[in-house]
């Protein structure tokens, strides 16, 4: 019986030490691996919010830049780099059909620069009606082109209600 106990107690003995090196050298490295691994996980998820973020920051930025270059090519269209005399008088005339006045004349004058910016003159003579000639000016207005109107003298015709109009105005061009 004695045996017994001794066979029990280092067996026993045997189990725990046994259960000792398993935790010892099993259990807690892979306890700490895991540890570590959790870790980095958490830090991958962080890194992918941040990038997340960014994503997020360049779209919005893209969104921007692209809103941008709308804006400056309706500037550009407004003011754009070249003369094209033959484009703003083709313009006026436009406008003046549209606004069912007849345009006689249109004298291209000076150029004058400011600033970067072109100045030509122009002086627009147009026969027509009072009320073509406020949708003419209405319509000059509304132009992509900024075209500025100067001066306006008015002459009556032999009629009341046909007038001969002398506009000045002003168109801008970059330097190129």
């Given at each position: 019986?004695?045996?017994?106990?001794?066979?029990?107690?280092?067996?026993t003995?045997?189990?725990?030490?046994?259960?000792?090196?398993?935790?010892?050298?099993?259990?807690?490295?892979?306890?700490?691996?895991?540890?570590?691994?959790?870790?980095?996980?958490?830090n991958?998820?962080?890194?992918?919010?941040?990038?997340?973020?960014?994503?997020?920051?360049?779209?919005?930025?893209?969104?921007?830049?692209?809103?941008?270059?709308a804006?400056?090519?309706?500037?550009?269209?407004?003011?754009?780099?070249?003369?094209?005399?033959?484009?703003?008088?083709?313009?006026?005339?436009?406008?003046?059909?549209?606004?069912?006045?007849?345009?006689?004349?249109?004298?291209?004058?000076?150029?004058?620069?400011?600033?970067?910016?072109?100045?030509?003159?122009?002086?627009?003579?147009?026969?027509?009606?009072?009320?073509?000639?406020k949708?003419?000016?209405?319509?000059?207005?509304?132009?992509?082109?900024?075209?500025?109107?100067?001066?306006?003298?008015?002459?009556?015709?032999?009629?009341?209600?046909?007038?001969?109009?002398?506009?000045?105005?002003?168109?801008?061009?970059?330097?190129?």
């Amino acid at each position: 019986m004695q045996r017994k106990t001794i066979f029990d107690s280092i067996l026993t003995l045997g189990t725990g030490l046994i259960v000792i090196i398993f935790v010892y050298f099993l259990y807690i490295p892979l306890y700490n691996q895991l540890k570590e691994r959790s870790q980095e996980i958490t830090n991958k998820q962080k890194e992918i919010e941040v990038k997340a973020q960014t994503v997020e920051d360049l779209e919005k930025l893209q969104t921007k830049y692209n809103t941008r270059k709308a804006d400056e090519e309706a500037i550009e269209k407004s003011i754009p780099t070249e003369e094209e005399v033959a484009l703003i008088i083709r313009q006026i005339n436009q406008i003046a059909q549209e606004s069912k006045v007849f345009c006689n004349l249109i004298e291209r004058k000076e150029i004058a620069e400011e600033n970067g910016i072109n100045k030509v003159n122009f002086t627009i003579e147009i026969g027509g009606s009072y009320e073509g000639f406020k949708k003419f000016l209405e319509n000059i207005e509304k132009s992509n082109r900024i075209i500025d109107i100067n001066s306006i003298q008015l002459t009556s015709i032999n009629s009341e209600s046909s007038y001969n109009f002398t506009v000045g105005a002003s168109v801008y061009f970059q330097e190129s």
